[in-house]
């Protein structure tokens, strides 16, 4: 499983979901999964994606919103999953591209085990699970309760291959007007 | 290790002071949805009043992760304000830097000065000294309220910045001010 075949299995189960990546692989393989869709992409701020899902969660309850993020990422911006056990959103769903690698630096190891899903279950009220292949990420992504957190775990490193480096106005504009109703 | 007695009542909170009321009530008239902030002695009657005026309260892990969750709030419609002591603001400059300013996401930020004026820990002076100037070298406007007679002047001024020009602005509430620094 590769980080492209996860963000389109996101975009395939739920295509009318508010996506938003984290810089680097989880932004490059949401555009090429969504064909550049009308999602939030961050192009730096390393840590802070979860919360920007999270505030986009609270702020539109109504529509399902999903955080794609690199383990590094979650890493560095973990105190999140706190606040995602205090709020408990039914609407975010999180999946990280777990590779166990920073990608976007050159391939540097990330210290230690990560076991996300474990903790976001240990923390209560986030439902987690480790995924090995398609088949299961998709049923995660269908059944599991939320928030959920879910661990897709890469067997191959791939660029996705659009850039990472997004244009932040463009950006803006075309998710203000997706939470907003205007593209379905 | 002792654990904590959660059956404990809460300290009795002191009755807001002016100041802090007319910042709380000039947030709510303009429209403001939610509160992202760390806790902050001066902070809280703050926060009580707009939890009284139906604002929604979002205590979050860190400054950083504020900033990230507001950005999420704003991009998808909503007012949110983010609260924060001066000693957080180094904790929230990169979400500050590489994805509010960028992404043109105007938030208002609301910053409890320490360091400055009649400052006995010497550890909080240097992030204060810097608070105006390293929110200006990212190029957000700061405005200092020293009176009751200037709060709702500069909480409206900010929140159009924030809400109108889309840049994010500071309200700074300066010592002079009082309500209870702690240590003091």
């Given amino acids: ?184 | 290790m002792a654990s904590r007695d959660l059956s404990e009542s809460p300290a009795p909170q002191p009755a807001p002071l002016a100041w802090q009321v007319v910042i709380a009530d000039t947030l709510t008239a303009r429209g403001v949805t939610v509160a992202a902030y760390v806790p902050d002695t001066r902070l809280q009657p703050i926060l009580s009043r707009l939890a009284d005026n139906g604002v929604c309260l979002r205590s979050l892990t860190r400054e950083e992760e504020c900033v990230g969750y507001a950005a999420g709030q704003r991009i998808a419609g909503q007012r949110p304000v983010v609260l924060m002591q001066s000693s957080g603001l180094g904790n929230a400059l990169n979400a500050i830097g590489s994805l509010a300013v960028p992404y043109h996401l105007g938030l208002p930020l609301v910053v409890s000065m320490r360091g400055t004026l009649g400052e006995a820990n010497p550890s909080q002076v240097p992030l204060g000294r810097a608070a105006s100037s390293l929110l200006g070298t990212l190029g957000i406007q700061s405005f200092s309220v020293r009176s009751a007679a200037a709060a709702e002047q500069v909480t409206t001024g900010v929140t159009t910045l924030a809400f109108e020009a889309g840049e994010c602005a500071a309200a700074i509430l300066e010592p002079e001010l009082g309500g209870g620094r702690e240590g003091n």
């Fill in chain 1, 1 to 184: 499983m590769k980080a492209t075949d996860v963000a389109l299995a996101i975009v395939d189960t739920y295509p009318g979901a508010l996506c938003v990546s984290s810089l680097g692989t989880a932004t490059s393989a949401l555009r090429a999964a969504s064909d550049d869709g009308p999602h939030f992409y961050l192009g730096a701020a390393m840590g802070s994606a979860l919360a920007a899902a999270l505030g986009v969660a609270e702020a539109v309850p109504d529509r399902l919103v999903i955080a794609l993020l690199g383990d590094g990422e979650l890493l560095m911006g973990a105190g999140t999953l706190w606040s995602v056990s205090a709020y408990r959103p039914g609407n975010l769903i999180t999946v990280v591209l777990s590779d166990g690698v920073y990608g976007i630096t050159g391939g540097q190891q990330i210290s230690g085990q990560t076991r996300f899903a474990a903790v976001a279950e240990a923390l209560g009220g986030i439902a987690g699970a480790r995924v090995r292949s398609e088949e299961a990420l998709r049923a995660a992504l269908r059944d599991l309760g939320r928030p959920s957190l879910i661990e897709a775990e890469l067997s191959e490193r791939a660029w996705p291959g659009p850039s990472p480096f997004v244009d932040p106005a463009r950006v803006r504009l075309a998710f203000a007007a997706n939470a907003a109703g205007d593209i379905r």
